[in-house]
């Protein structure tokens, strides 16, 4: 099994002295960057055969360059226009390939450099949140691990600031990678040994490569692998059923247990469960919020948990924030609970700090 480059591979920091290659989807497009790189003072050279564009930049002169761009071209044409940043001696080879991004995506990482900081100094976190079973609301059964981060002065990063960021930058596949592993090392240490770990879909293009650190990382905690469920977020942006398919079934022939997370929020979820099979669902904490107080999500909700009993799959109800929630759900025969009311996310195991 080899490494996976993407996942793997931090971005290389922006070089002092550099060149910025730029290769626009159409002529229109490359008129408007050419004007905005001379309105920045930057000299420009058009190789119009190459259809390539090039300028020489300094660092502290390249945001300004980046943002006029910005200003002036529309969002589809600056994610279109694929975009290198090079070393002023070098010029690009086959192996500066994979290094090739968008304006979009360069704009955005000048912004988010704390993000790189972040992955390079590995100030990633975790909070746990306890998940009990409905015959044991006193010990958890499982806490599932949720990501934040610290900034150089020692602030709490929001997991939504984090991932839109990567998501802007291109750093999408190094931010999960990274949160898979800092999730499971974290757990190890707080002494929780039963987790769910969540991952994003469009973050893994080849399974079997880039799951390799995590499962590294697994091996190296110690964890029993049939404790360990990988949990999928974001089923909304799943553009390939047959892509997720396969990743599970590569948690699964490694000897881990795999869970769909928002079961119940639309068609596309109820739709995955037939083809994707997961041991565990979670219902939509949308669904779960004033449940004792709506008929139409009192009957979704009860159909749901009726069908995964009926093909053998668990369910956690997740949101539960009230009393009535929960007495309605534990009526209904659900397998497990996940809420406020229950347990809110610690940085150390349920329990843990109790006196």
Excluded at 181 to 187: P, Y
Excluded at 265 to 290: A, C, F, V, W
Aim: aromatic share 6%; proline share 5%; charged share 25%.
């Amino acid at each position: 099994m080899t490494e996976c480059p993407k996942c793997d591979a931090m971005p290389l920091p922006l070089p002092r002295h550099g060149r910025l290659y730029v290769w626009p989807p159409v002529a229109h497009t490359a008129g408007k960057i050419i004007s905005q790189m001379r309105k920045t003072g930057h000299e420009v050279v058009n190789n119009a055969s190459l259809t390539t564009i090039y300028a020489n930049f300094d660092i502290e002169t390249l945001p300004a360059m980046m943002q006029a761009l910005h200003d002036v071209l529309l969002p589809e044409e600056a994610r279109d226009t694929k975009a290198l940043v090079m070393d002023q001696a070098a010029e690009p080879g086959i192996d500066d390939i994979a290094h090739v991004t968008s304006i979009s995506a360069i704009h955005a990482r000048i912004g988010a450099s704390w993000l790189v900081d972040v992955l390079a100094e590995s100030r990633l976190r975790s909070v746990f949140q306890p998940i009990f079973a409905a015959s044991d609301l006193k010990t958890p059964h499982a806490h599932e691990c949720l990501i934040r981060a610290i900034d150089n002065s020692g602030a709490m990063i929001a997991p939504n600031r984090l991932f839109d960021a990567a998501s802007s930058a291109d750093l999408l596949f190094q931010l999960d990678r990274a949160a898979r592993a800092a999730n499971v090392r974290n757990a190890h240490a707080a002494g929780i040994d039963n987790v769910f770990i969540n991952f994003t879909p469009s973050s893994i293009y080849d399974p079997n490569s880039c799951l390799r650190s995590t499962i590294n990382v697994v091996n190296e905690c110690g964890f029993d692998r049939s404790k360990v469920v990988f949990e999928v977020i974001e089923t909304d942006k799943v553009y390939s059923v047959d892509h997720l398919r396969a990743i599970l079934k590569s948690y699964r022939d490694s000897g881990f247990r795999v869970a769909l997370d928002d079961v119940g929020s639309g068609y596309s979820t109820l739709n995955m469960l037939s083809q994707l099979r997961p041991d565990i669902i979670k219902i939509d904490r949308e669904l779960i919020d004033h449940v004792d107080q709506d008929i139409y999500k009192q009957a979704i909700t009860s159909k749901l948990i009726d069908l995964a009993k009926q093909i053998g799959i668990e369910v956690v109800a997740e949101g539960v924030e009230r009393q009535e929630e929960l007495d309605f759900l534990l009526d209904r025969g659900v397998d497990f609970v996940q809420g406020f009311l229950l347990g809110r996310p610690a940085p150390t195991r349920f329990g843990a700090n109790a006196r």
